[in-house]
């Protein structure tokens, strides 16, 4: 391995995030550029958000770093021709779709994305051994840090954010928001609690074992499925299975295998407005598509988005007809990985070509736009994301699906109403069997 070497430019950064790969000193640990951009709009990476402020308190949502930074301008449909280039076809669309009420309201970048210094650590040691194996379907030699931190193809970058770091696990709570054309909406509630197994500090290449996560999810609203428990183990290869998945029914009081939603079947309690493999932007398998990188671009993005986080913003303050209350979405220009995606052969997916935006610095999807037959944008998909600083988790706070056709949209993730997810959470393999369900229904 190459000796860790500091930039003059960022000579104040911990040694363990900053490192001379293989291939690139002036690229991070996880491939992004360290320098800014030429123009100054794009800041240098310095190591992101060091730890929580004075003012955070564990427990707590999370005081806004960046509180002071004003708007330096807005987009909307009347200025939108200057800022094109920096824009993606959803955003056009929405634009175009909404031009009395839909803007974006852009602040100075921020580059917040910080890791603990062990996945620098473990990046570097796994360094050119990653493989993605049969088909696209699943990946191999690694089991912990970014697999591919110079992409040199679309399923090497989509195998990056699906492998993005999200810490050891979380337990928490988030509102879904089914929406009407009006902006009346129906809200869902459920508990989460989470085991990433491919990046957790005690896994390793000979007890990972194919799973990727674990996750159990309970149900307390609508209140006609409230009290139904749902455990799943997502698979790190999907080439035989894609996950594996158990129900505890209230009702009949027994715990069984569940049939699997997947693919493009629309989510349960979406009314057909998000399909299941839109989770986390993308969840699907990757076998159904292929993908090709098709460069870095600059672009307008939901990034810190800790006034939509907030715990004095409430769920009334975000929803409104057709699209969320853009007045709370902060936006800044990043640099992005720009991924595309065509239906396979054989494949069956409703959607011919989907297009993907992932951040430099984390991983994550900015965006997703999926469009139908004709080609244009029938659903655009955003993730509004911010560090929970005191893990140095880069993770959704907010996720909004869009259905254009319809003029109605889905919300996922919305925590204002509930305390914030505690990525502490920790517990050992046997807390996510079946044979766990029904004592967990008796909590």
């Keep these: 391995m190459n000796k860790l070497?500091?930039?003059?430019?960022l000579a104040a950064l911990p040694l363990g995030l900053l490192a001379e790969t293989k291939q690139k000193p002036t690229l991070s640990f996880f491939g992004a550029q360290l320098a800014g951009n030429d123009e100054g709009s794009i800041p240098p990476w310095r190591g992101g958000i060091a730890?929580?402020?004075?003012?955070?308190?564990?427990?707590?949502w999370h005081p806004d770093p960046f509180a002071n930074d004003g708007v330096l301008f807005t987009i909307d449909q009347s200025n939108v021709t200057q800022y094109r280039d920096k824009l993606s076809d959803g955003h056009l669309a929405m634009l175009a779709r909404y031009p009395d009420s839909y803007h974006l309201r852009v602040f100075p970048s921020r580059r917040?994305?910080?890791?603990?210094?062990?996945?620098?650590?473990?990046?570097?040691?796994?360094?050119?051994?990653?493989?993605?194996?049969?088909?696209?379907?699943?990946?191999?030699?690694i089991v912990r840090g970014i697999p591919f931190p110079e992409p040199k193809n679309g399923?090497?970058?989509?195998?990056?954010?699906?492998?993005?770091?999200?810490?050891?696990?979380?337990?928490?709570?988030?509102?879904?928001?089914?929406?009407a054309k009006d902006g009346t909406y129906e809200l869902g509630v459920s508990g989460h609690e989470i085991e990433y197994m491919y990046g957790d500090s005690r896994s390793t290449l000979d007890n990972l074992n194919n799973i990727k996560t674990r996750a159990v999810m309970y149900t307390l609203r609508p209140a006609k499925n409230a009290g139904s428990i749902y455990l799943y183990h997502f698979l790190l290869n999907s080439r035989d299975e894609e996950r594996r998945n158990w129900a505890y029914s209230p009702g009949k009081r027994r715990v069984k295998r569940s049939s699997m939603i997947s693919h493009d079947q629309p989510m349960s309690g979406s009314d057909g407005i998000h399909i299941w493999d839109q989770g986390d932007m993308w969840l699907g398998p990757i076998t159904d598509f292929n993908w090709t990188l098709l460069g870095k671009r600059e672009m307008y993005v939901?990034?810190?988005?800790?006034?939509?986080?907030?715990?004095?913003?409430?769920?009334?303050?975000i929803v409104q007809p057709k699209h969320l209350n853009q007045d709370l979405a902060r936006?800044?220009?990043?640099?992005?990985?720009?991924?595309?995606a065509r239906r396979r052969e054989g494949s069956s997916h409703r959607y011919q070509r989907r297009r993907y935006y992932l951040d430099e610095d984390?991983?994550?999807?900015?965006?997703?736009?999926?469009?139908?037959?004709?080609?244009?944008v029938h659903r655009f998909s955003e993730a509004h994301h911010i560090n929970y600083y005191e893990a140095k988790v880069f993770y959704t706070t907010l996720d909004a699906y869009y259905k254009l056709d319809t003029e109605r949209y889905y919300l996922?993730?919305?925590?204002?109403?509930?305390?914030?997810?505690?990525?502490?959470?920790?517990?050992?393999?046997?807390?996510?069997?079946?044979?766990?369900l029904k004592m967990k229904a008796k909590r």
């Design 302 to 317: 939901p990034y810190n988005a800790y006034q939509l986080h907030s715990g004095a913003t409430a769920v009334d303050d």
């Design 51 to 60: 730890g929580p402020p004075a003012n955070y308190k564990p427990g707590d």
């Design 155 to 179: 399923e090497q970058a989509i195998w990056n954010m699906r492998l993005s770091y999200k810490g050891g696990g979380y337990r928490g709570y988030f509102t879904t928001a089914l929406t």
């Design 362 to 376: 984390s991983w994550r999807v900015m965006f997703a736009e999926h469009y139908d037959e004709q080609d244009e």
């Design 412 to 436: 996922r993730h919305v925590d204002n109403d509930y305390s914030p997810f505690d990525f502490s959470f920790d517990q050992n393999a046997s807390y996510y069997i079946p044979g766990r």
């Design 331 to 340: 936006y800044e220009l990043h640099r992005v990985w720009v991924v595309e």
């Design 112 to 141: 917040s994305v910080s890791y603990p210094s062990d996945i620098a650590e473990q990046t570097l040691k796994y360094q050119g051994q990653a493989r993605v194996v049969d088909g696209g379907a699943g990946i191999a030699g």
């Design 5 to 9: 070497t500091l930039l003059l430019l």
